[in-house]
T-cell receptor, first 111, second 111 residues
């Protein structure tokens, strides 16, 4: 079945450093969503990308959707301790319509 | 609008017992999905209900079942609990798009 691979699994950075997580699929995606889960919390929707090559920004967060719509990335500029958490990408299965989540990237930020 | 609510928030059961978890979606949302989250397996899709009908189902054994009521509230039942069922069970509701709005989850511990 359709899978969404997310890397890296973990990332430790010093506060102020940049961070990127990548999401890849072997099949073309209709759209991709990104969620953030704080420690002890639940996933919270961040953004949805739909168009090929789309780039969206939310303050220090930059989201990209690949030209072939098979990959996506989330980049955080100058991380802060408030960025700590697990970032998930999610894509709708073209066959079933189910939302399939990547394994997540857990970000730790050292102050 | 009030967010997604889940009850109970914490639950301790023993092997062989059964459990029922409840989810109330955001007002106006007709789709409710259930996910199991464990440290090793990430977010695993259980099933989705829309207008009282199961629309999608994940790869879980028949011990996991659910239903949705006419007011869109949903319940999830796990029978004959196993140790491996210990997890955070998340409910998410959505409106027209597949953007998921998650509840705080029910932390189930099976002893």
């Amino acid at each position: 079945g359709q899978q969404v691979m997310q890397i890296p699994q973990y990332q430790h950075v010093q506060e102020g450093e940049d961070f990127t997580t990548y999401c890849n699929s072997s099949t073309t995606l209709s759209n991709i969503q990104w969620y953030k889960q704080r420690p002890g919390g639940h996933p919270v929707f961040l953004i949805q990308l739909v168009k090929s090559g789309e780039v969206k920004k939310q303050k220090r967060l930059t989201f990209q959707f690949g030209e072939a719509k098979k990959n996506s990335s989330l980049h955080i500029t100058a991380t802060q301790t408030t960025d700590v958490g697990t970032y998930f990408c999610a894509a709708s299965s073209s066959n079933t319509g189910k939302l399939i989540f990547g394994q997540g990237t857990t970000l730790q930020v050292k102050p | 609008k009030a967010g997604v609510t889940q009850t109970p928030r914490y639950l301790i059961k023993t092997r062989g017992q059964q459990v029922t978890l409840s989810c109330s979606p955001i007002s106006g949302h007709r789709s409710v999905s259930w996910y199991q989250q464990t440290p090793g397996q990430g977010l695993q899709f259980l099933f989705e209900y829309f207008s009282e009908t199961q629309r999608n189902k994940g790869n879980f054994p028949g011990r996991f079942s659910g239903r949705q009521f006419s007011n869109s509230r949903s319940e999830m039942n796990v029978s004959t609990l196993e140790l491996g069922d210990s997890a955070l069970y998340l409910c998410a509701s959505s409106a027209k798009s597949d953007t998921q709005y998650f509840g705080p989850g029910t932390r189930l511990t099976v002893l």
